[in-house]
């Protein structure tokens, strides 16, 4: 029984690597309605590619992660341009497809530049530790938890205060409308798309940190994990992503500590399909039902 | 495809199928019994029973299933287990595998009851994956990832199976009964009334259609018939373990239904031989043929959405005059 706050600390640092992910998710979806499946080798790439350049600079941590960022940028940009403009006006899941395939050219890039076998994670981060009661807390951690607040305060700004942000919300309201109003849509998509991936760069040099291992075949998962996240906070909401990361962390946490960690993907996915079939708008989501 | 219609060979194939399946048929013996090639035949039809399911959900229903490689996962498990463990024969298990993936499918479209589009496609995969999880972590029935050996092949009589020639005319019969069985339903009133939900599912309801059943009887068939491809996978190969069933096979089935054109039997048998052959003249990619199927796949669904021999080369329903 001691062991559950540090479980649950361990769960909603992780809660918040997923909530990054699902956050990047979640905008895409919002503005472009469509489900990007690549978005989980996009972190994967830029995790291996923070690990890349940290190597080169003794192992710098805040290189990796500006790496990690810049490369996830650049990789959304590239994808909006190649995957999602030309399938923008055609039936529901063209998008999707697209996105999958991306998915996959993404994947074995990876395996060619990085190689099939997991690599560990060597950036240094200060060893600092605290206890509190029982309960271990790494500057890790604490930094995770940090950027994650950060980051989400610094994009409810954007959202809500900027231009940009308005005609993010305008198109995410309605495209064609916003379009008529002058807004550039295609500027709307590609700001989005980079600002997620490079979001998801982002928790891919954080969490793989954190693990302490990286490998090619991480970048499905993540993305499925995050879609779960975007899934319970309610697709779209910026608030609802956080919360249903760290959510997600805390029951995986509990369910491999409890359970059994073979079934803690299983689990994730029931609770996927579960919250999809009694609440589909999630926990904090509002307009993610009229397109179902 | 413009050569080929130029010099007018398609129509007069369109006339004359039953050559090309008489040379399928015959193919065995062109091939003198060469294993690899045959091995290779044996898999197309396999591929070609697995599109003819999965196009009753994605081209005719338009319903997004990215997990039918899990009810295909369901048949061989179904099937296999009964044959090593309760010493059923091969015949005994196949209504059995077809019922047991026809329970998966219905569970499985009960979602998209609620969820459209997107979501239906993440559900389903995510149901592929508890499916794929199940399998593996409940070791006291499936013995877990080290997979189930040792599967007996079928026999009828006191011929047992053994060389590829029989297991290539049963995989072609399976084939054939699931194409004829698709024909069937694609021209009846729940086919129509499938595509109408395709089209568009208000406009269907308001002319009558039961939206909630059609769909679940289409995951429902497109599962069975998967199962039954499931049981004869199991027995051709005698060993089955979960990751012969993975989210990346689904989704080969699903790119051979987009390349070959969703909503099209024909369609579909194009995308499956050509999909299927496709990796085996390519070996020597290696690694990078996933990469070919991704940019395949981005590139049909951007320049030729319906496919090689899609919806629109369909000959349409005719209402045949009564009496």
Excluded at chain 1, 55 to 68: L, Q, R, S
Excluded at chain 2, 19 to 37: M, Q
Aim: net charge positive.
């Amino acid at each position: 029984m001691l062991l559950i706050y540090q479980q649950l600390l361990n769960g909603l640092v992780v809660g918040i690597g997923y909530a990054l992910v699902g956050l990047g998710f979640s905008m895409i979806f919002g503005v472009m309605r469509v489900i990007n499946f690549a978005h989980g080798n996009v972190y994967m790439v830029g995790a291996f590619a923070g690990l890349t350049a940290a190597k080169y600079c003794g192992g710098n941590f805040y290189v990796a992660i500006v790496t990690g960022m810049v490369v996830g940028a650049l990789l959304g940009l590239i994808l909006e341009r190649l995957v999602f403009r030309p399938v923008r006006h055609m039936e529901t899941f063209a998008g999707l497809l697209t996105s999958t395939g991306a998915l996959f050219a993404l994947g074995i890039i990876g395996l060619l530049i990085w190689g099939a076998l997991p690599k560990s994670y060597d950036v240094h981060v200060p060893n600092i530790s605290w206890e509190v009661g029982n309960v271990t807390i790494y500057y890790m951690q604490v930094f995770m938890m940090v950027v994650g607040v950060l980051v989400m305060l610094a994009l409810w700004w954007i959202v809500s205060k900027t231009s940009i942000g308005i005609a993010i919300r305008a198109s995410a309201h309605s495209t064609t409308i916003a379009q008529l109003m002058g807004v550039n849509v295609n500027r709307v998509t590609q700001f989005t798309l980079a600002i997620s991936s490079a979001l998801a760069g982002l928790a891919g040099v954080l969490l793989s940190t954190y693990y302490g291992l990286i490998s090619v075949s991480v970048g499905f998962n993540a993305g499925i994990k995050a879609f779960i996240a975007a899934v319970i906070g309610g697709v779209g909401s910026i608030f609802g992503s956080l919360i249903g990361g760290i959510l997600l962390g805390l029951i995986e946490g509990i369910a491999s500590g409890y359970v059994s960690s073979g079934y803690r993907d299983a689990i994730s996915f029931f609770i996927l399909i579960l919250v999809l079939m009694v609440r589909p708008v999630g926990l904090f989501g509002q307009a993610a039902t009229q397109k179902m | 495809m413009r050569l080929l219609s130029s010099i007018k060979i398609t129509p007069w194939l369109g006339k004359h199928s039953w050559l090309l399946l008489i040379l399928w048929l015959i193919l065995p013996i062109l091939l003198r019994n060469r294993s690899y090639w045959m091995h290779i035949l044996i898999m197309l039809a396999v591929y070609v029973l697995l599109t003819q399911s999965l196009n009753l959900v994605l081209g005719l229903a338009g319903q997004l299933q990215l997990g039918h490689a899990a009810c295909f996962g369901i048949g061989a498990y179904v099937a296999g287990l009964l044959m090593v463990d309760r010493g059923f024969s091969f015949w005994s298990t196949l209504p059995l595998a077809f019922l047991g993936a026809a329970l998966v499918g219905i569970l499985m479209g009960l979602p998209s009851l609620r969820v459209g589009g997107d979501y239906l496609g993440v559900v389903t995969l995510g149901f592929g994956e508890i499916v794929r999880l199940l399998l593996t972590n409940l070791m006291s029935i499936t013995r877990g990832p080290m997979g189930l050996l040792n599967i007996p092949g079928p026999s009828i009589g006191g011929f047992v199976f053994t060389s590829k020639i029989p297991y290539f005319y049963l995989a072609t019969a399976l084939a054939l009964f699931t194409w004829f069985v698709m024909q069937r339903i694609m021209n009846s009133k729940v086919g129509l009334q499938l595509m109408a939900v395709r089209t568009d599912e208000q406009c269907a309801q308001v002319l009558g259609v039961n939206k909630g059943f059609v769909k679940l009887f289409a995951f429902c068939v497109s599962a069975a018939f998967a199962g039954l491809g499931g049981a004869f996978y199991a027995s051709y190969f005698s060993f089955i373990s979960p990751d012969s069933f993975l989210f990346i096979d689904s989704l080969i089935v699903l790119l051979m239904v987009i390349v070959g054109g969703k909503g099209n039997l024909i369609g579909c048998a194009i995308g499956a031989c050509i999909l299927g052959i496709a990796p085996e003249l390519f070996r020597f990619l290696g690694d990078y043929r996933m990469l070919i199927y991704g940019l395949l796949l981005t590139t049909m669904v951007i320049y030729k959405p319906v496919g090689i021999w899609g919806l629109d080369k369909r000959k349409f329903n005719t209402i045949r005059k009564m009496g």
